[in-house]
């Protein structure tokens, strides 16, 4: 289950990444835009950072400088 949730997730920034329309993408995975952009702000911490994406029981933001 775990496994399919984040293949989800990162398909969901892929397709994000690619242009797709965020309306479509959600309607599609019947998701909502805020979880949409929740994982993309997510994914573009983890690039910064230099990590693959972990779950997000295990993310904890950083405090803007």
Not at 29 to 48: R, T
């Amino acid at each position: 289950m775990d496994d399919e949730i984040k293949k989800c997730r990162i398909l969901a920034v892929q397709r994000f990444k690619a242009g797709e329309n965020p309306e479509s993408i959600c309607a599609s995975l019947d998701k909502s835009k805020f979880w949409l952009y929740k994982w993309v702000k997510h994914q573009a911490q983890m690039i910064l950072r230099g990590l693959k994406i972990v779950p997000a029981s295990r993310y904890h933001p950083v405090s803007p400088i």
